[in-house]
Protein backbone atom coordinates (compact mmCIF):
# COMPACT_ATOMS: atom_id res chain seq x y z
CA UNK A 1 0.00 0.00 0.00
CA UNK A 2 1.83 3.72 -0.74
CA UNK A 3 0.81 5.59 2.08
CA UNK A 4 3.34 8.38 0.87
CA UNK A 5 2.32 11.99 1.35
CA UNK A 6 3.31 15.00 0.20
CA UNK A 7 2.49 18.22 2.96
CA UNK A 8 4.22 21.58 2.51
CA UNK A 9 6.77 20.18 -0.19
CA UNK A 10 7.96 17.46 2.99
CA UNK A 11 8.04 14.02 1.92
CA UNK A 12 6.60 11.86 4.35
CA UNK A 13 5.91 7.93 4.39
CA UNK A 14 2.56 8.22 5.31
CA UNK A 15 -0.49 11.15 6.14
CA UNK A 16 -0.59 10.77 9.96
CA UNK A 17 1.06 13.67 12.10
CA UNK A 18 1.48 13.17 15.54
CA UNK A 19 -0.30 16.63 16.81
CA UNK A 20 1.32 18.88 19.27
CA UNK A 21 0.76 17.73 22.93
CA UNK A 22 2.28 16.53 25.49
CA UNK A 23 3.62 13.04 24.19
CA UNK A 24 6.50 15.31 22.14
CA UNK A 25 7.78 16.58 25.66
CA UNK A 26 11.22 14.24 25.47
CA UNK A 27 13.23 12.71 22.94
CA UNK A 28 11.89 9.73 24.34
CA UNK A 29 8.44 10.86 23.43
CA UNK A 30 8.87 11.99 20.13
CA UNK A 31 11.03 8.53 19.36
CA UNK A 32 7.84 6.52 20.67
CA UNK A 33 5.52 8.33 17.72
CA UNK A 34 7.94 7.84 15.20
CA UNK A 35 8.40 3.86 16.29
CA UNK A 36 4.85 3.75 16.22
CA UNK A 37 4.94 4.97 12.74
CA UNK A 38 3.70 8.23 12.32
CA UNK A 39 4.98 10.37 8.81
CA UNK A 40 6.02 13.71 10.78
CA UNK A 41 5.56 15.03 14.21
CA UNK A 42 4.68 18.66 15.61
CA UNK A 43 6.44 19.14 19.33
CA UNK A 44 4.52 21.32 21.90
CA UNK A 45 4.36 24.54 21.66
CA UNK A 46 6.47 27.32 22.81
CA UNK A 47 4.46 30.06 23.90
CA UNK A 48 5.16 34.05 23.10
CA UNK A 49 5.17 35.02 27.10
CA UNK A 50 7.97 32.70 27.35
CA UNK A 51 9.77 33.85 24.57
CA UNK A 52 8.58 37.68 25.91
CA UNK A 53 10.04 36.34 29.50
CA UNK A 54 13.53 35.46 28.60
CA UNK A 55 14.08 38.08 26.05
CA UNK A 56 13.00 40.85 29.41
CA UNK A 57 15.51 38.37 31.52
CA UNK A 58 17.97 39.07 28.93
CA UNK A 59 18.23 42.48 29.17
CA UNK A 60 17.47 42.70 32.97
CA UNK A 61 20.90 40.71 32.68
CA UNK A 62 22.55 43.44 30.37
CA UNK A 63 21.48 46.28 32.31
CA UNK A 64 22.85 44.81 35.56
CA UNK A 65 26.20 45.32 34.04
CA UNK A 66 27.42 41.51 32.93
CA UNK A 67 29.71 41.02 30.31
CA UNK A 68 28.61 38.08 28.64
CA UNK A 69 24.87 35.96 29.03
CA UNK A 70 26.48 32.89 29.95
CA UNK A 71 28.46 34.38 32.84
CA UNK A 72 25.46 36.28 34.08
CA UNK A 73 23.46 32.94 34.15
CA UNK A 74 25.46 31.93 37.64
CA UNK A 75 24.50 35.52 39.04
CA UNK A 76 21.00 35.05 38.88
CA UNK A 77 20.47 31.30 38.91
CA UNK A 78 17.17 31.74 40.56
CA UNK A 79 15.64 33.41 36.93
CA UNK A 80 17.20 31.19 34.77
CA UNK A 81 15.19 28.65 36.80
CA UNK A 82 11.80 30.65 36.30
CA UNK A 83 11.57 30.03 32.57
CA UNK A 84 14.24 27.81 30.83
CA UNK A 85 11.63 26.87 27.98
CA UNK A 86 13.13 28.59 25.01
CA UNK A 87 16.62 27.24 25.52
CA UNK A 88 14.99 23.95 26.51
CA UNK A 89 13.08 23.64 23.50
CA UNK A 90 15.82 24.22 21.06
CA UNK A 91 17.52 21.42 22.53
CA UNK A 92 14.97 18.95 22.48
CA UNK A 93 14.24 20.18 18.87
CA UNK A 94 17.61 19.52 18.05
CA UNK A 95 17.78 16.26 19.51
CA UNK A 96 14.61 15.01 18.76
CA UNK A 97 15.31 15.83 14.73
CA UNK A 98 18.70 14.03 15.06
CA UNK A 99 16.76 11.32 16.76
CA UNK A 100 13.94 10.61 14.06
CA UNK A 101 14.11 10.18 10.29
CA UNK A 102 10.97 11.71 9.74
CA UNK A 103 10.37 15.78 9.56
CA UNK A 104 10.08 17.08 12.89
CA UNK A 105 7.58 20.62 12.92
CA UNK A 106 8.13 23.35 15.62
CA UNK A 107 5.40 24.64 16.71
CA UNK A 108 5.29 28.66 18.33
CA UNK A 109 2.08 29.63 19.75
CA UNK A 110 1.53 33.24 19.70
CA UNK A 111 -0.90 36.65 18.79
CA UNK A 112 1.29 39.45 17.83
CA UNK A 113 3.85 40.61 15.33
CA UNK A 114 6.69 41.43 17.45
CA UNK A 115 10.20 40.24 17.62
CA UNK A 116 9.86 36.96 19.61
CA UNK A 117 8.49 35.08 15.96
CA UNK A 118 12.02 35.71 15.20
CA UNK A 119 12.68 32.68 16.99
CA UNK A 120 11.24 31.14 13.96
CA UNK A 121 15.20 31.39 12.46
CA UNK A 122 16.21 29.44 15.92
CA UNK A 123 14.36 26.59 15.46
CA UNK A 124 15.18 26.05 11.82
CA UNK A 125 18.86 26.40 12.82
CA UNK A 126 17.87 23.80 15.13
CA UNK A 127 16.47 21.01 12.59
CA UNK A 128 13.16 21.92 12.24
CA UNK A 129 11.50 20.68 8.83
CA UNK A 130 8.79 23.36 9.02
CA UNK A 131 7.22 25.68 11.50
CA UNK A 132 3.28 25.52 13.06
CA UNK A 133 1.94 29.27 14.15
CA UNK A 134 -0.80 28.54 16.64
CA UNK A 135 -2.11 31.93 16.73
CA UNK A 136 -4.17 31.17 20.03
CA UNK A 137 -6.16 34.04 20.30
CA UNK A 138 -9.35 34.46 22.29
CA UNK A 139 -10.66 38.53 21.25
CA UNK A 140 -11.87 39.05 25.02
CA UNK A 141 -12.01 42.91 24.53
CA UNK A 142 -15.48 43.50 22.95
CA UNK A 143 -13.91 46.42 20.83
CA UNK A 144 -11.95 44.80 19.06
CA UNK A 145 -13.27 44.33 15.33
CA UNK A 146 -13.14 41.30 12.86
CA UNK A 147 -11.00 42.83 10.51
CA UNK A 148 -8.60 43.92 13.27
CA UNK A 149 -8.63 40.08 14.40
CA UNK A 150 -8.00 38.46 11.29
CA UNK A 151 -5.04 41.27 10.30
CA UNK A 152 -2.90 39.92 13.41
CA UNK A 153 -3.08 36.58 11.74
CA UNK A 154 -1.45 37.79 8.80
CA UNK A 155 0.74 39.93 10.22
CA UNK A 156 2.08 37.23 12.62
CA UNK A 157 2.82 34.81 9.95
CA UNK A 158 4.56 37.41 8.05
CA UNK A 159 7.11 38.01 10.99
CA UNK A 160 7.70 34.48 10.68
CA UNK A 161 7.72 33.55 7.22
CA UNK A 162 10.27 36.86 7.14
CA UNK A 163 12.46 34.80 9.52
CA UNK A 164 12.40 31.25 7.75
CA UNK A 165 13.24 29.78 4.52
CA UNK A 166 11.34 26.36 5.73
CA UNK A 167 8.06 26.28 5.29
CA UNK A 168 4.94 27.94 7.69
CA UNK A 169 2.00 26.33 8.43
CA UNK A 170 -0.92 28.21 10.59
CA UNK A 171 -3.24 26.55 12.76
CA UNK A 172 -6.60 28.40 12.63
CA UNK A 173 -9.39 29.19 14.83
CA UNK A 174 -12.89 28.37 13.45
CA UNK A 175 -14.10 31.21 14.94
CA UNK A 176 -13.97 33.98 11.65
CA UNK A 177 -17.11 35.75 10.32
CA UNK A 178 -15.72 34.06 7.09
CA UNK A 179 -13.59 31.14 7.53
CA UNK A 180 -12.94 30.30 3.98
CA UNK A 181 -11.94 34.22 3.40
CA UNK A 182 -9.35 33.80 6.50
CA UNK A 183 -8.08 31.08 4.82
CA UNK A 184 -7.89 32.51 1.55
CA UNK A 185 -6.05 35.83 2.93
CA UNK A 186 -3.73 33.63 4.82
CA UNK A 187 -2.73 31.46 1.59
CA UNK A 188 -1.74 34.78 -0.47
CA UNK A 189 -0.12 35.71 2.48
CA UNK A 190 2.14 33.00 1.89
CA UNK A 191 0.49 29.96 4.22
CA UNK A 192 2.33 26.68 3.20
CA UNK A 193 -0.27 25.13 5.61
CA UNK A 194 -3.35 25.17 7.22
CA UNK A 195 -4.03 22.87 10.18
CA UNK A 196 -7.58 22.59 10.44
CA UNK A 197 -8.95 23.92 13.39
CA UNK A 198 -7.07 25.03 16.59
CA UNK A 199 -9.29 23.38 19.55
CA UNK A 200 -10.01 26.02 22.79
CA UNK A 201 -9.80 25.47 26.10
CA UNK A 202 -13.12 26.35 27.54
CA UNK A 203 -12.79 26.72 31.39
CA UNK A 204 -15.87 25.07 32.72
CA UNK A 205 -18.21 26.35 35.96
CA UNK A 206 -18.18 23.75 39.05
CA UNK A 207 -21.55 24.84 40.70
CA UNK A 208 -20.63 23.05 43.77
CA UNK A 209 -17.16 25.13 44.35
CA UNK A 210 -18.91 27.56 42.33
CA UNK A 211 -15.52 28.19 40.85
CA UNK A 212 -14.19 28.23 37.51
CA UNK A 213 -12.36 25.20 36.59
CA UNK A 214 -10.13 24.32 33.78
CA UNK A 215 -11.25 21.60 31.53
CA UNK A 216 -8.87 20.25 29.29
CA UNK A 217 -10.77 17.46 27.81
CA UNK A 218 -10.04 15.24 24.86
CA UNK A 219 -12.11 15.33 21.89
CA UNK A 220 -14.31 12.81 20.35
CA UNK A 221 -15.28 12.25 16.68
CA UNK A 222 -18.31 14.40 15.94
CA UNK A 223 -16.02 16.99 16.28
CA UNK A 224 -14.05 15.90 13.14
CA UNK A 225 -17.42 17.15 11.26
CA UNK A 226 -16.74 21.04 11.50
CA UNK A 227 -12.85 21.27 10.43
CA UNK A 228 -13.77 18.24 8.01
CA UNK A 229 -16.34 20.37 6.05
CA UNK A 230 -14.15 23.21 5.67
CA UNK A 231 -11.46 20.70 4.25
CA UNK A 232 -14.00 19.89 1.66
CA UNK A 233 -14.81 23.00 0.89
CA UNK A 234 -11.18 24.35 0.61
CA UNK A 235 -9.69 21.84 -1.71
CA UNK A 236 -8.64 22.80 -4.58
CA UNK A 237 -9.71 26.62 -3.91
CA UNK A 238 -5.80 27.19 -2.06
CA UNK A 239 -2.27 26.63 -2.46
CA UNK A 240 -1.78 25.90 0.69
CA UNK A 241 -1.43 22.40 1.90
CA UNK A 242 -4.16 20.98 4.42
CA UNK A 243 -3.90 19.54 7.56
CA UNK A 244 -6.84 17.99 9.44
CA UNK A 245 -6.76 18.22 13.13
CA UNK A 246 -9.49 17.02 15.97
CA UNK A 247 -11.40 14.40 16.78
CA UNK A 248 -9.31 11.04 14.72
CA UNK A 249 -10.23 8.31 17.17
CA UNK A 250 -10.68 5.86 14.48
CA UNK A 251 -9.03 4.58 11.18
CA UNK A 252 -12.04 5.65 9.50
CA UNK A 253 -11.48 9.14 10.77
CA UNK A 254 -8.32 9.14 8.87
CA UNK A 255 -10.38 8.06 6.16
CA UNK A 256 -12.82 10.78 6.28
CA UNK A 257 -10.51 13.37 6.23
CA UNK A 258 -8.80 12.25 3.33
CA UNK A 259 -11.76 11.44 1.58
CA UNK A 260 -12.77 15.29 2.58
CA UNK A 261 -9.36 16.42 0.53
CA UNK A 262 -6.92 16.65 3.89
CA UNK A 263 -3.18 16.26 2.71
CA UNK A 264 -2.59 14.87 6.21
CA UNK A 265 -4.25 14.05 9.55
CA UNK A 266 -2.89 14.77 12.77
CA UNK A 267 -4.26 13.12 15.53
CA UNK A 268 -3.12 14.04 19.45
CA UNK A 269 -6.85 12.75 21.89
CA UNK A 270 -5.94 9.14 20.70
CA UNK A 271 -2.82 8.86 21.32
CA UNK A 272 -2.90 10.90 25.11
CA UNK A 273 -6.27 8.07 25.03
CA UNK A 274 -4.63 5.21 24.05
CA UNK A 275 -0.96 5.44 23.62
CA UNK A 276 1.78 6.35 20.96
CA UNK A 277 0.88 2.88 19.97
CA UNK A 278 -2.69 3.39 18.90
CA UNK A 279 -0.92 5.44 15.60
CA UNK A 280 0.34 1.51 14.42
CA UNK A 281 -3.55 1.04 14.76
CA UNK A 282 -4.81 3.86 12.52
CA UNK A 283 -2.31 3.31 9.89
CA UNK A 284 -3.15 -0.38 10.02
CA UNK A 285 -6.40 -0.10 9.69
CA UNK A 286 -6.44 2.93 7.06
CA UNK A 287 -4.43 0.60 5.21
CA UNK A 288 -6.93 -2.59 5.49
CA UNK A 289 -9.86 -0.02 4.27
CA UNK A 290 -7.69 1.08 1.39
CA UNK A 291 -7.43 -2.30 0.62
CA UNK A 292 -11.50 -3.11 0.84
CA UNK A 293 -11.58 -0.51 -1.16
CA UNK A 294 -9.58 -1.20 -4.16
CA UNK A 295 -7.02 2.14 -3.64
CA UNK A 296 -3.56 1.41 -3.95
CA UNK A 297 -1.85 4.46 -3.01
CA UNK A 298 -3.32 7.20 -0.87
CA UNK A 299 -3.08 9.95 -3.39
CA UNK A 300 -6.30 8.63 -5.25
CA UNK A 301 -8.86 8.90 -2.78
CA UNK A 302 -7.38 12.18 -1.69
CA UNK A 303 -10.49 14.43 -1.95
CA UNK A 304 -13.00 12.06 -3.92
CA UNK A 305 -15.41 13.51 -1.20
CA UNK A 306 -14.14 17.36 -1.53
CA UNK A 307 -16.50 20.32 -2.85
CA UNK A 308 -15.31 20.61 -6.20
CA UNK A 309 -14.31 24.19 -7.17
CA UNK A 310 -17.02 24.65 -9.77
CA UNK A 311 -20.03 24.09 -7.58
CA UNK A 312 -22.35 26.44 -7.81
CA UNK A 313 -21.95 28.64 -3.93
CA UNK A 314 -25.06 29.22 -3.27
CA UNK A 315 -26.19 25.81 -2.86
CA UNK A 316 -23.61 25.36 -0.03
CA UNK A 317 -24.29 28.79 1.43
CA UNK A 318 -27.76 27.96 2.77
CA UNK A 319 -27.80 23.68 3.09
CA UNK A 320 -23.88 22.72 3.55
CA UNK A 321 -21.57 20.00 2.42
CA UNK A 322 -24.02 17.60 1.36
CA UNK A 323 -26.36 19.75 -1.12
CA UNK A 324 -23.12 21.28 -2.45
CA UNK A 325 -22.29 17.12 -3.19
CA UNK A 326 -25.56 16.44 -4.55
CA UNK A 327 -24.86 19.60 -6.99
CA UNK A 328 -21.97 18.03 -7.86
CA UNK A 329 -23.62 14.44 -7.95
CA UNK A 330 -20.47 13.04 -5.86
CA UNK A 331 -20.30 10.65 -3.40
CA UNK A 332 -23.92 10.13 -2.25
CA UNK A 333 -25.30 7.50 -4.16
CA UNK A 334 -23.25 4.92 -3.55
CA UNK A 335 -19.86 3.52 -2.84
CA UNK A 336 -16.82 4.51 -5.22
CA UNK A 337 -16.03 2.34 -7.46
CA UNK A 338 -11.91 1.96 -8.66
C1 LIG B 1 -3.19 17.91 26.46
C2 LIG B 1 -3.10 18.64 25.15
C3 LIG B 1 -2.04 19.51 24.91
C4 LIG B 1 -1.97 20.21 23.69
N1 LIG B 1 -0.91 21.03 23.47
C5 LIG B 1 -0.86 21.74 22.29
C6 LIG B 1 0.22 22.61 22.00
O1 LIG B 1 1.18 22.75 22.78
N2 LIG B 1 0.19 23.29 20.83
C7 LIG B 1 -0.83 23.16 19.92
O2 LIG B 1 -0.80 23.79 18.87
N3 LIG B 1 -1.84 22.30 20.16
C8 LIG B 1 -1.88 21.61 21.30
N4 LIG B 1 -2.92 20.76 21.54
C9 LIG B 1 -3.97 20.61 20.51
C10 LIG B 1 -3.73 19.37 19.65
O3 LIG B 1 -2.52 19.48 18.94
C11 LIG B 1 -4.86 19.16 18.65
O4 LIG B 1 -4.87 20.18 17.68
C12 LIG B 1 -6.23 19.12 19.31
O5 LIG B 1 -6.21 18.40 20.52
C13 LIG B 1 -7.27 18.48 18.38
O6 LIG B 1 -6.85 17.22 17.93
P1 LIG B 1 -7.32 15.84 18.63
O7 LIG B 1 -8.78 15.78 18.53
O8 LIG B 1 -6.63 14.77 17.85
O9 LIG B 1 -6.87 15.90 20.05
C14 LIG B 1 -2.99 20.04 22.72
C15 LIG B 1 -4.04 19.14 22.99
C16 LIG B 1 -4.12 18.45 24.17
C17 LIG B 1 -5.27 17.51 24.41
Do not use: C
Request: proline share 6%; charged share 20%.
Amino acid sequence: MDLSTDYMGLALRNPLVASASPLSRTVDGVRRLVDSGVGAVVLFSLFEEQLLREAAQNARLVDAGSESFAESLSYFPAAVEEDPGPRRYLSLLERAAAAVDVPVIASLNGVTPGGWADYAAAMQAAGAAAIELNVYYLPGDPHISGRDVEQRHIDVLMRIKEAVTVPVAVKLSPYFSSTGEMALRLDDAGADGLVLFNRFLQPDIDPETIAVVPAVGLSSPAEARLPRTWIALLRGRVRAALAATTGVDGPADVARYLLAGADVVMTASALLRYGAEHAAVLLDGLSEWMARKGFTAVDQLRGLLSVPASTDQSAHERMGYVSAMREANRGLYGPWRP
